[in-house]
């Protein structure tokens, strides 16, 4: 049984309801707008309106402690789980900017270092919407209800989810074995969610001093891979050559993604850009034959921007000795495996065997 307080902090709870729906809606919009901007991806944003059931189980084990409903803060509670624990910081700095934190209550659970903890590792923010953000004179609660909002990582929230359905749900003590093994688990996972930050981190250093590199024409020091190619294919190597064709009718260049290319070019034996970029000095010239042959004869007005890329790997593999069967090859990874494959190379082997290629 509830005592006449409980009694009158849910009949406000009834009352400011749609004061808290109406917060509810305001949060959930600002914090994803927030994340956008700031070109933040995470796993979720989610808010809550505590339901009337549980405010009286929670004031029916602790009601006197709260004077007034403005006391419970966590009646509307806002959470973000994030990819990796350096992306909680940076929201965390986010809100902050956004919002008015009542720092008294507001917790940082990752300082506490229990052994135990990492499932909860949470930040908590107690915040308000201050009146540059929302000021509706006929809605001034909305200024100063306060609400929860929660950060953790993707693993802080699953093995939070795990740990509270296996040691909370049965309502026994759990023998201290498994509560060992349960801590070395978790003691997993956080090295798992440090170690994630970190490999993101090194990655993106990598590709700034891959970017250097390529931006400095230092070709020969930089491995031939996803991240490099594309590096590579940003400071749109093929532009000259493709307006060279183009200009042979006047045509409009369509762009289309070159990521297949890597495949052929290692093929080719390409092991550094430097390769890449040697392979293209070498045969563009021939390329760019191989096309004016191709295109004299059609009035076509619109060209890919993958022909001076392609007609550069074609004129590669025929004077390597690839031959048809070389074309074949290539033909399927570019242009996915079908029958038309044989066809088109058949006619490119003709048409680069009268140009003498």
Not at 42 to 52: E, L, N
Not at 143 to 153: A, P, V, Y
Not at 187 to 208: N, P
Request: hydrophobic share 40%.
């Amino acid at each position: 049984m509830l005592d006449l307080h409980a009694e009158m902090l849910l009949e406000e709870y009834d009352a400011q309801l749609p004061v808290y729906q109406r917060l509810e809606t305001v949060v959930q919009q600002t914090l994803e707008q927030a994340l956008e901007r700031n070109g933040i991806i995470v796993t979720a944003v989610s808010t809550r309106i505590k339901t009337r059931e549980s405010l009286e189980g929670k004031l029916a084990l602790k009601g006197n402690k709260y004077q007034s409903l403005s006391d419970i803060t966590d009646i509307l509670g806002a959470r973000i789980i994030t990819f990796y624990t350096d992306d909680v910081d940076r929201i965390a700095a986010i809100a902050e900017q956004m919002f008015d934190v009542d720092w008294e209550n507001s917790i940082d659970k990752r300082a506490l270092h229990q052994i135990d903890s990492f499932g909860y590792n949470s930040l908590h923010y107690i915040c308000r919407l201050p009146k540059k953000m929302v000021d509706d004179p006929y809605c001034p609660e909305l200024n100063r209800i306060r609400f929860e909002l929660q950060l953790r990582t993707t693993l802080q929230h699953a093995w939070a989810s795990i740990n509270h359905d296996i040691g909370y749900k049965t309502g026994v003590e759990i023998p201290r074995e498994y509560i060992r093994r349960i801590n070395r688990m978790s003691g997993l996972l956080e090295l798992a969610d440090d170690e994630f930050s970190r490999i993101r981190t090194e990655i993106t250093d990598y590709r700034r001093r891959v970017q250097q590199l390529v931006q400095s024409g230092k070709l020969d020091d930089v491995q031939l891979d996803g991240d490099t190619f594309n590096s590579y294919l940003q400071a749109r190597p093929f532009d000259s050559l493709n307006k060279r064709i183009a200009a042979i009718n006047q045509a409009e260049i369509q762009e289309v993604p070159l990521d297949e290319y890597l495949r052929v070019f290692r093929a080719l034996g390409c092991k550094t850009l430097g390769d890449v970029h040697r392979l293209k000095k070498q045969y563009e010239d021939n390329a760019y034959r191989l096309a004016r042959y191709q295109l004299g004869n059609t009035d076509l007005d619109i060209i890919s921007s993958a022909v001076g890329i392609q007609n550069i790997c074609i004129v590669c593999i025929l004077s390597t000795g690839g031959g048809k069967l070389g074309l074949v090859r290539f033909f399927n990874v570019v242009n996915g495996v079908n029958s038309q494959n044989e066809a088109i190379a058949e006619l490119t082997y003709e048409q680069a065997k009268s140009l003498q290629l």
